[in-house]
């Protein structure tokens, strides 16, 4: 396993991996025959950087697992692809599609039918309700509440507390309740 980051997300990450013997590794057929890995890129710093590492270690392993907590709720029909990591109590919901190496944190939320794009996180209590369409390399800030049918382009920030009632079309990071919403960078 290649855990990457040693802040709070990746002792988060470690809890879940520790304290279970029960960790699923999907994608890619049989490990022992795939090789692979497990790939928990936590680094919120900069997510080009969990871009770049996923795309390294996909060069070199081909195969990379997922890490679900067994205690997340994960729908059925819900779609989580490789490098995807789900921490303790997250739900996700029917029908939500996880694009590659997403991480949806402790108590998140992603709602039916949502879509998250690849390298994107859903932190700690976070919410992202249904019909919601995130782009690539977003963070969805701790607790902040993603409204329904709303649309986040790449490359968005989106501060802890924050609500998005609106569609974000330009990259940046934004912090704010609805009306009063600030573009700060
Ligand atoms: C949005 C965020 C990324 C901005 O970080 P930053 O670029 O370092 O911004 P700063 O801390 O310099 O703050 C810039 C301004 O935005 C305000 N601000 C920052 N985050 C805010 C938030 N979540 N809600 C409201 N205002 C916020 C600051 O008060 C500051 O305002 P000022 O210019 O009037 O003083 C960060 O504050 C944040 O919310 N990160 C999420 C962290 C998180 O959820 N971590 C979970 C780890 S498990």
């Given at each position: 396993?290649?855990?990457?980051?040693?802040?709070?997300?990746?002792?988060?990450?470690?809890?879940?991996?520790?304290?279970?013997?029960?960790?699923?590794?999907?994608?890619?057929?049989?490990?022992?025959?795939?090789?692979?890995?497990?790939?928990?890129?936590?680094?919120?710093?900069?997510?080009?950087?969990?871009?770049?590492?996923?795309?390294?270690?996909?060069?070199?392993?081909?195969?990379?697992?997922?890490?679900?907590?067994?205690?997340?709720?994960?729908?059925?029909?819900?779609?989580?692809?490789?490098?995807?990591?789900?921490?303790?109590?997250?739900?996700?919901?029917?029908?939500?599609?996880?694009?590659?190496?997403?991480?949806?944190?402790?108590?998140?939320?992603?709602?039916?039918?949502?879509?998250?794009?690849q390298h994107s996180v859903v932190l700690t209590g976070a919410i992202v309700n249904g019909g919601v369409n995130i782009g690539?390399?977003?963070?969805?800030?701790?607790?902040?509440?993603?409204?329904?049918?709303?649309?986040?382009?790449?490359?968005?920030?989106?501060?802890?507390?924050?609500?998005?009632?609106?569609?974000?079309?330009?990259?940046?990071?934004?912090?704010?309740?609805?009306?009063?919403?600030?573009?700060?960078?």
């Open positions: 396993m290649n855990l990457v980051g040693d802040g709070g997300l990746a002792r988060q990450i470690r809890d879940v991996i520790d304290s279970f013997n029960c960790y699923s590794i999907s994608c890619g057929g049989p490990v022992q025959e795939s090789k692979a890995w497990l790939v928990a890129f936590a680094s919120l710093d900069s997510l080009e950087k969990r871009e770049e590492a996923y795309d390294l270690l996909q060069l070199e392993y081909k195969t990379i697992g997922t890490l679900i907590s067994p205690k997340a709720t994960v729908s059925p029909t819900a779609r989580i692809e490789q490098g995807g990591v789900i921490l303790h109590d997250a739900f996700i919901g029917p029908g939500a599609s996880l694009d590659v190496n997403v991480l949806v944190g402790t108590r998140a939320v992603v709602e039916h039918g949502s879509l998250i794009g690539c390399r977003v963070m969805i800030g701790s607790g902040a509440i993603i409204l329904q049918d709303v649309a986040i382009c790449d490359d968005v920030k989106i501060g802890a507390g924050s609500i998005i009632t609106k569609n974000i079309t330009e990259p940046g990071v934004y912090v704010g309740v609805d009306q009063w919403l600030k573009h700060i960078l």
